[in-house]
């Protein structure tokens, strides 16, 4: 079970996140532009992201402890987990059905954008593979937690601070898990290793921006 | 535009509340 002090900190870190979402006029352009040529699709994509992390930014204020970090360190945590967070928001929302569009349109959008589908096709695996683990949105939300606060980032001075931050939703995570999922004791150790999958879509993300650009 | 920033420029903007751009 959660000690009282858990389940406040996983209530606290859930009013914050169910406040995660991306602006209504973002989502509205998706559903109302017949067009579907790849500039435009090019310029939703680039609002999309900035709205992600923006809205990142604001449930990572939130997140006990951060405030009181050095100003450099948060702009390196945010910076070192923009993607990562990204991409996991994305398969909740497209494995969870977040979105009250059509997650296909939004398919048909990311592949007809420009992006080769050499990024694209590992995107919507990995996807696949998040779904697989069948999260609740506690888990999201905390997963999302541990992978803001990851101490090893480049530029991080205080790594220390990072790692006291972290901790105390590492262990949340491993009790959701076993709570949720009874039946499959490897949950947590899972959700780790995604995390390690998440990693190389950083890598991806920049080379397939440079990719974007160049087209 | 916002798609003219960088995200250490959206990043930073964001951290002290400012979303004019």
């Given at each position: 079970e959660l000690t009282q002090e858990q389940k406040d900190r996983l209530q606290f870190v859930m009013d914050s996140y169910s406040k995660n979402r991306i602006p209504q006029d973002i989502a509205t352009k998706l559903v109302l532009q017949?067009?579907?040529?790849t500039d435009e699709n090019f310029v939703f994509l680039t609002d999309m992201a900035t709205s992600h992390v923006q809205v990142l930014v604001e449930f990572t204020k939130k997140l006990?402890?951060?405030?009181?970090?050095d100003h450099e360190d948060q702009i390196a945590l945010l910076k070192g987990s923009a993607v990562e967070a990204m991409f996991l928001r994305s398969a909740e929302l497209f494995n969870r059905k977040l979105l009250e569009w059509n997650t296909d349109l939004l398919e048909e959008r990311i592949r007809n954008s420009g992006i080769s589908n050499d990024y694209i096709n590992p995107m919507f695996n990995f996807y696949k593979s998040v779904g697989e683990?069948?999260?609740?949105k506690e888990e999201y939300a905390v997963l999302t937690a541990v992978v803001i606060l990851t101490?090893?980032?480049?530029?991080?001075?205080?790594k220390e601070s990072v790692e006291k931050l972290q901790e105390p939703f590492l262990d949340i995570l491993e009790k959701l898990c076993k709570i949720h999922h009874?039946?499959?004791?490897q949950q947590f150790a899972r959700l780790l290793g995604r995390l390690t999958e998440l990693r190389t879509f950083s890598h991806h993300h920049t080379e397939m921006l440079l990719s974007w650009r160049v087209n | 535009p916002a798609s003219n920033l960088g995200l250490e420029d959206i990043i930073r903007k964001a951290l002290m509340g400012n979303y004019d751009d």
């Open positions: 017949d067009e579907n040529n006990p402890g951060f405030q009181t970090l683990l069948k999260m609740t101490p090893d980032r480049q530029y991080i001075k205080d009874p039946k499959n004791p | -």
